[in-house]
C-alpha cells in the first residue's frame, strides 16, 4: 500500500510540476475549446449543438497529448526496471501509474469543461450529463491510453503511432459519452448511454491493465 | 567459486548451465557461477559479452533461455518474488527524476520499496550529505551516479547486482564504495558487479567471453 501511495504521489507530483503534463494539457483543452466559436460562428444553436462533440474531442485530445510520457520517461532513465523488480505486480503498477495519469490529466478538465461549455452555449440542463459523462468515460481514455503507450515505449516517433493505436479505440466512448449529453440536451434519460459509458470504461480497466503489463514486459526484456 | 561448483551453497545464489538470447542472437550458453555470503564475483569481458544481461538475468528482468538461476537452492522461475525481495539492482542508468531533489528522489525508492526513512543513511553513504536539496538534475554525472548507487543503503538486501558502478566516480568516491562494499560482505551479503575496473577488493573473477556461443566453423575445426 505504501509503494502504491508512493508511485502515484510521485508521478502527480511530475506532472503538477512545472514542465509536467497537468498544465499542458489544460492549455491545450481550453484553447482547442475557445477555437470552435471563432470557426463555426457565434450562432447559439449551431454551438449547442457541436458543443457535446467538441469538449468531448477536446478532452480525449487533451488526454492523449501526455500519453507517450507515460511510460517512457521511466523506461529512458531506468526507473522503469526498478518499478518492475519492485513489490509490485506489473498490471497492478500499470493501474497505479494509469490512475496517475488520470488524476493529473482528466481530472483538471472536469473542472475546466463546464466553464468552457458556457462559451459554447450548452444548454444548462445538459451540464450533470457532461460531467457524468466526463466522471464515467475519461478513465476509460486513461486506461486505453496506458495500452498504445505500453506498445510504443522505447520506440522512435512513438508519439504519433500512439495516436494511431489509440485514436480507433476511443471511438466507442466518444459515441456513448456525446451519446449522454445530447440525450439530455432533448429532455431524453440519459441513464441508458451513461452505462454503456460505464462497461466501456470496466472493459478498459480490465483489458488495459493486463495488456499493458504484457505489453512492458517484452520492452524490459 | 568458480565455473564449477562443487560445494551447494544453501543461502547462495548461482548459474547452472545459464544461457542468454537478446535479439535472436545466443550472448552466451553453459554458464556456470555460485556465490556464497560473503563472496564477490566480478563480470569481465568486452562490450556486448553480456555482463548487462547477465545481472539483468539475475535481476529477474531477463528470462533465461536456457538452463537456471537459483536462490538459496530454488529456482528463480519458481519463486521471483523472495529473491527480488531481497537484492538491490544498480544498473548503467541511475533511475533519477531530473527535476526532483536529490532527497526526494531517495525518498520516493525507500518509500516504494517500502521502507520509509534512511533517506539520509543513503546521502551520507555516499557523501552527498550536502547536496540533499539540489535538484538530481543539476548534479554532475559522478553525483547523479553517486544518487544511483546511494539507493544501495535505503534498505539492507543480501545480494547486490551492480552495472558498472564506478563509472564517473572520483577517487575518494570509489575508496567510499570499496568500502562500502567490503562491510557488506563481512556482513554476510554478496555482490555481482561488472566492471572494467579494479574495485579493490578480493573477489572471484568470471570472464563472459569464455561463455561465448562457438561459430559452426569452430565446432568443425
Redesign the interface.
Known sequence: MRSILALLGRDVGLSWAAGGSTRLALAFFALTVTLFPFGVGPGAATLAKVAPGVVWVAALLASMLSLDRMFETDFEDGSLDLLAIGPLPLPLLVLVKTVAHWVSTALPLLVLAPVLAITLQLESTAYPALLASLVIGTPALSFIGAIGAALTTGLRRAGVLLSLIVLPLYVPVLIFATGAVDAARNGFDTAPHLMFLGAVTLVAVVVGCWAAAAALRLHLE | MGPNPTVQTQDGFEARSLACRRAGRLVFEGLDFSLAPGQLLVLTGANGSGKSSLL?LA?????PAGGALLRAGVDLAKDRDSH??D?H?V???????P??SAAANLE??A????D?GNVEQGLDAMGLGGLADLPAGELSAGQQRRLGLARLFLRPATLWLLDEPTVGLDQASRTRLADAMRRHLECGGMILAATHEDLGLSGGVLELERFAPRTALEEWL
Open positions: 539483468r535481476a529477474g528482468l531477463l528470462s527480488l525481495a537484492l539492482f544498473g548503467h542508468k541511475n533511475a533519477l527524476k527535476t526532483l520516493f525508492w518509500r516504494f520499496l517500502g520509509a
